[in-house]
């Protein structure tokens, strides 16, 4: 078979050589050591957490390197492709700290465009390129032609897809598919003229030569030291429309882009001897690849299984909507995908998580577990460390766009709203009440008349309710700093019989009718309506002296 004439006639119109096309994207001038990483997203809907993770990966192992980390659109599934993903894509990423040096971005009209010389990086706009590196193939004989209607292509696709997905048993899937590959090697060149010149759609496919018995050794820096099957399977490089499978994008983008690290989610795992065998015969160096772990939830069960698309916590857009600030997502990804971060952290305790030496040894082989109670904990603590301002800002923000009613409570008087989370914030030990901006609603809503909702819980034990709410009432003071305040407090306990020393009291809590703490519960109860709530003198005293006596009276009546 004459391969040069067959190049000829399946790519008329490509008159660039690989050469020429290399010409154009030379190699990079970077620092030693430097790495190149790239997000090569399908935009088809939201971002999901897991793909927040291989991004956050290679945005800080190329920015920790002094490399280059790029965004390249992978739309060569035109089906599949949704209207304004990639300009989501890219807005959500940007809040949660993920900036590309390099790729596809959004220009001042909000349209992707490219920024960088390495592009176009938007695969769609890359047709010519790879029908070069596939005219080349072809002229060498390790890729030919197989005219297929499109029909029987999308069966097939599908197939192959479901199985690469799924299958572990990479000699099985072998065999069964060797007889109808050897059949579709057994043609002629006037075979092909004739269904060109009918105009026959014909997709291209990689002529394997790997024997399946045989390994390749592969260090996956994630996975560690692979042994894996040559591959036998004539794979599909082009599709009749001339757009490429994932497989040759891969190798040709990442080539010709200069990619050093791929990192990608470990579901591309079986196809690697696939990669391997190309990198190969195109003659391109085959970079590191770092395949990641899914990340996992527990079902009802307890069971691990796949965080899914449908899953609370799997659409980015949702932890905006439940109030969660991008920084405690940030930081709770950190520790997930590094064991060492939490230690770091807490010796860094002012440091920003991007201060944190992240290394890929640390990373977790077999998949991380999602869970919200960790998430929250992360979140609490970043938001202990922002200033009252800070916070008040950011629960005004949030809440006049998914909660306006209280948002135009918080924004009509900032000063009051920031003096509420002004209490416990700054010391050492900060209080941890919010997890999310969601949070703040309960957590000080009573400070707001039209939300103080009462349940009055009072303690069991305290029969004294009414002269506790009275008692207080006569000799209450805004003026009192906090000791005195609880001197009145303890005070007035030991008037009604309630031990004002704890201690005293555990020793022969018989001998009183309760403690100080009953006393103060009381008085927490009836002026903020809840037993949980922040230092009750400070809580006083921004309430105010009327607002305060108004409660305490308002409070007798028991529910
Ligand atoms: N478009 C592929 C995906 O979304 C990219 C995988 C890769 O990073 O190479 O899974």
């Not at 009802?300 to 949702?318: I, T, V």
Request: hydrophobic share 35%; charged share 30%.
């Amino acid at each position: 078979m004459d391969y040069q004439l067959l190049a000829e006639l399946l790519f008329p119109q490509i008159t660039d050589t690989p050469a020429d096309v290399e010409a154009r994207y030379p190699a990079r001038q970077l620092p030693e050591g430097a790495k190149v990483t790239r997000f090569a997203p399908s935009p088809t809907g939201f971002v999901h957490f897991g793909g927040l993770f291989p991004s956050t990966v290679g945005e800080r192992l190329a920015h920790q390197s002094s490399g280059v980390f790029y965004l390249r659109i992978e739309d060569t599934d035109a089906k599949r492709e949704v209207e304004g993903a990639a300009e989501g894509l890219i807005k959500t990423l940007a809040k949660y700290g993920i900036s590309f040096d390099e790729g596809a971005v959004l220009d001042a009209e909000g349209n992707i465009a490219d920024r960088g010389d390495y592009g176009p990086y938007k695969q769609s706009k890359r047709g010519p390129i790879y029908r070069t590196y596939a005219k080349k193939l072809v002229a060498e004989g390790k890729a030919y032609p197989c005219f297929t209607t499109e029909e029987e292509l999308d069966e097939l696709q599908a197939v192959n897809k479901k199985e690469e997905i799924k299958n572990t048993d990479w000699q099985a899937q072998a065999e069964s598919r060797r007889a109808e590959m050897l059949e579709r090697r057994n043609f002629t060149l006037e075979e092909v003229k004739d269904h060109l010149a009918k105009g026959h759609p014909f997709v291209v496919r990689l002529l394997a030569n790997g024997d399946p018995d045989k390994k390749v050794r592969i260090t996956d820096l994630v996975k560690g030291n692979l042994e894996i099957p040559e591959n036998d399977e004539d794979f599909v490089l082009l599709k009749s429309d001339g757009i490429p499978t994932y497989h040759f994008a891969h190798a040709v983008d990442d080539h010709l882009m200069g990619t050093t690290h791929v990192i990608r989610g470990e579901e591309w795992l079986p196809s690697l001897p696939k990669h391997i065998q190309l990198f190969g015969y195109l003659g391109f160096k085959l970079p590191k690849y770092m395949h990641i772990a899914q990340i996992m939830k527990l079902d009802e069960d307890g069971n691990k299984k796949k965080l899914s698309k449908r899953d609370m916590g799997a659409n980015m857009d949702d932890y905006t909507s439940m109030g969660y600030c991008p920084e405690a997502v940030c930081e709770y990804i950190m520790t997930l995908l590094n064991s060492n971060y939490e230690e770091w952290h807490a010796q860094n305790p002012d440091k920003p998580y991007t201060d944190f030496p992240f290394s890929i040894k640390k990373m977790s082989v077999s998949g991380c577990l999602f869970d919200f109670g960790k998430l929250n904990d992360v979140s609490k603590n970043v938001i202990s460390r922002m200033s009252a301002s800070e916070v008040t800002q950011k629960v005004t923000d949030w809440a006049l766009e998914f909660d306006p009613e209280f948002g135009k409570l918080l924004a009509s008087d900032a000063a009051y709203a920031e003096s509420i989370f002004a209490i416990g914030r700054g010391g050492k030990k900060p209080r941890k009440d919010l997890a999310t901006w969601a949070d703040a609603k309960p957590y000080m809503g009573f400070f707001y008349d039209g939300l103080f909702a009462p349940e009055y819980c009072y303690p069991e034990n305290v029969s004294d309710v009414e002269a506790i709410l009275d008692g207080f009432a006569k000799v209450y003071s805004a003026d009192d700093d906090s000791t005195a305040w609880f001197e009145k407090v303890k005070e007035l306990g030991l008037s009604l019989g309630y031990c004002a020393d704890m201690k005293a009291y555990k020793n022969d809590p018989s001998a009183w009718k309760g403690s100080v703490a009953d006393v103060s519960m009381v008085l927490r109860v009836a002026v903020t309506g809840k037993q949980n709530a922040p230092d009750l003198c400070e809580v006083m005293k921004i309430l105010g002296t009327e607002r305060v006596l108004e409660r305490l009276e308002k409070g007798k009546v028991r529910k």
